[in-house]
């Protein structure tokens, strides 16, 4: 397992940690559904754990936890697939370190800034946007809105 370091307000997951120990209670079957009781940070984490595993676990974890909008952009899960092993995303999942700036929210709506060392060694950096849902099968959880290289 892995190890969280933190340095001045960034925190640090390396290796193939499942998720930080802030959240030893959570485990990875726990994290890849949403549920009310999840921040956002954690879904963040949950979906960098699967990026740790394989593009395909990491578009099926990104779809359980993706909103309607993500969802309807995407088209479907397979095509995620594709967009995680594409240049943009890749650094993805050839992360050698991941650090993730705190989560900014507001109301129900959150974003975080999560730079990864790619294979190479170059950072990249990503923005995740969550939003809380209203509506649908999964009221009250925290889901992925959108993700881009920032």
Do not use: K, Y
């Amino acid at each position: 397992m892995g190890h969280r370091r933190v340095s001045g307000d960034q925190v640090h997951l390396d290796g193939a940690a499942a998720l930080s120990d802030t959240h030893a209670g959570l485990n990875e079957s726990t994290a890849a559904e949403p549920s009310v009781e999840l921040t956002p940070e954690q879904v963040v984490e949950a979906v960098l754990a699967a990026c740790r595993v394989s593009a395909g676990e990491a578009a099926a974890v990104l779809w359980a936890f993706g909103s309607g909008r993500l969802r309807r952009s995407a088209g479907a899960p397979e095509h995620l697939i594709r967009h995680l092993g594409n240049e943009l995303f890749r650094p993805l999942l050839e992360a050698t370190e991941t650090s993730c700036a705190p989560m900014e929210r507001l109301d129900d709506a959150a974003r975080q800034i999560v730079t990864v060392r790619a294979a190479r060694g170059d950072r990249v950096p990503f923005l995740f946007a969550l939003a809380r849902s209203d509506a649908g099968d999964q009221p009250g959880c925290w889901l992925v809105s959108g993700l881009e290289r920032a």
